[in-house]
């Protein structure tokens, strides 16, 4: 049977209390409603009586994994409901040896879509990880048009393409939220963030704002698991998942089908090599 947006809120809730009764966690990681109708936010529901504040709706937008990390070495298990995306950001967060397995309790929730355009583009609707799943699996589709963007931006002159980045950056104020967002930016310490000479420059021009941003796409290109947090709460709205798939599109090319997340314990490809690996470039 196909249940109700309201069906599955309340088994959420349910399994939420089930899982604070037990005594072996300390908190549910979901979302509740805010002011704004169209507008949730992250809660951690500590009680029983806060799991009734806990909601499922379509504007449930904000990734849940990486709250994870607020707490690297629990006395209890976090429980923490999870879509596809979440599911594919806690194994990541797993593979990265940041979370470990047993310190969770996953909530798997199937997703239909939610208010964010990049959920058109989801291949992972349902969980690909979890302790309890709420709800029936929804149908998957395999996304057709992954690189279609990239491909189109391919087309353009390298004078095209440098100018369009350009502008993009000159936008970038140095915000670090895309990073913050990011659960494949788990570094306890950002390089961004160190005071060393010769790293990173903390002013918000051109030149500095590319570094960043070109040196970000390269540590997680690999890693990325295509949620799309970073651009969402970009607040100049810079495209930076097109940057992300051109990595993404070019290991493809480079080593065949490659999605990361996956319920395995795959290194990501930029992280390992062959020694017969092709060194034309030497």
Same mark, same amino acid.
């Given at each position: 049977?196909?249940?109700?947006?309201?069906?599955?809120?309340?088994?959420?809730?349910?399994?939420?209390?089930?899982?604070?009764?037990?005594?072996?966690?300390?908190?549910?990681?979901?979302?509740?409603?805010?002011?704004?109708?169209?507008?949730?936010?992250?809660? %951690? $529901? &500590?009680?029983? =009586?806060?799991?009734? !504040?806990?909601?499922?709706?379509? /504007?449930?937008?904000?990734?849940?994994?990486?709250?994870?990390?607020?707490?690297?070495?629990?006395?209890?298990?976090?429980?923490?409901?999870?879509?596809?995306?979440?599911?594919?950001?806690?194994?990541?967060?797993?593979?990265?040896?940041?979370?470990?397995?047993?310190?969770?309790?996953?909530?798997?929730?199937?997703?239909?879509?939610?208010?964010?355009?990049?959920?058109?583009?989801?291949?992972?609707?349902?969980?690909?990880?979890?302790?309890?799943?709420?709800?029936?699996?929804?149908?998957?589709?395999?996304?057709?048009?992954? %690189? $279609? &963007?990239?491909? =189109?931006?391919?087309? !353009?002159?390298?004078?095209?393409? /440098?100018?369009?980045?350009?502008?993009?950056?000159?936008?970038?104020?140095?915000?670090?939220?895309?990073?913050?967002?990011?659960?494949?930016?788990?570094?306890?310490?950002?390089?961004?963030?160190?005071?060393?000479?010769?790293?990173?420059?903390?002013?918000?021009?051109?030149?500095?704002?590319?570094?960043?941003?070109?040196?970000?796409?390269?540590?997680?290109?690999?890693?990325?698991?295509?949620?799309?947090?970073?651009?969402?709460?970009?607040?100049?709205?810079?495209?930076?998942?097109?940057?992300?798939?051109?990595?993404?599109?070019?290991?493809?090319?480079?080593?065949?089908?490659?999605?990361?997340?996956?319920?395995?314990?795959?290194?990501?490809?930029?992280?390992?090599?062959?020694?017969?690996?092709?060194?034309?470039?030497?």
């Amino acid at each position: 049977m196909a249940y109700t947006k309201e069906q599955i809120q309340d088994m959420i809730r349910q399994e939420a209390k089930k899982a604070l009764a037990s005594g072996e966690v300390s908190a549910v990681v979901g979302w509740t409603s805010t002011r704004f109708a169209d507008k949730t936010k992250p809660f %951690f $529901a &500590e009680t029983e =009586a806060e799991c009734d !504040l806990l909601v499922w709706n379509e /504007y449930c937008v904000n990734g849940t994994a990486k709250y994870a990390l607020d707490d690297r070495y629990p006395e209890k298990k976090l429980a923490v409901i999870a879509r596809g995306c979440d599911s594919r950001a806690i194994n990541r967060l797993i593979q990265d040896k940041q979370v470990k397995r047993e310190n969770l309790y996953i909530i798997g929730v199937p997703c239909d879509g939610k208010d964010n355009p990049i959920c058109k583009e989801c291949q992972h609707k349902n969980p690909l990880t979890f302790d309890v799943l709420v709800g029936e699996e929804v149908e998957e589709q395999i996304n057709a048009d992954r %690189f $279609a &963007e990239v491909l =189109a931006f391919e087309k !353009l002159t390298p004078d095209e393409r /440098y100018d369009y980045w350009a502008k993009q950056y000159d936008k970038c104020i140095h915000c670090y939220a895309c990073r913050n967002a990011c659960p494949a930016c788990n570094c306890i310490e950002c390089y961004a963030d160190q005071y060393r000479t010769g790293w990173q420059g903390k002013a918000a021009d051109r030149e500095q704002n590319q570094v960043y941003g070109l040196t970000r796409v390269f540590h997680v290109g690999d890693r990325c698991i295509e949620c799309g947090e970073c651009e969402r709460v970009c607040p100049m709205d810079l495209p930076i998942m097109r940057q992300t798939r051109k990595m993404l599109k070019d290991i493809n090319d480079l080593f065949g089908d490659y999605e990361c997340g996956m319920p395995n314990d795959s290194k990501p490809v930029l992280g390992e090599y062959k020694l017969e690996d092709p060194d034309e470039f030497m």
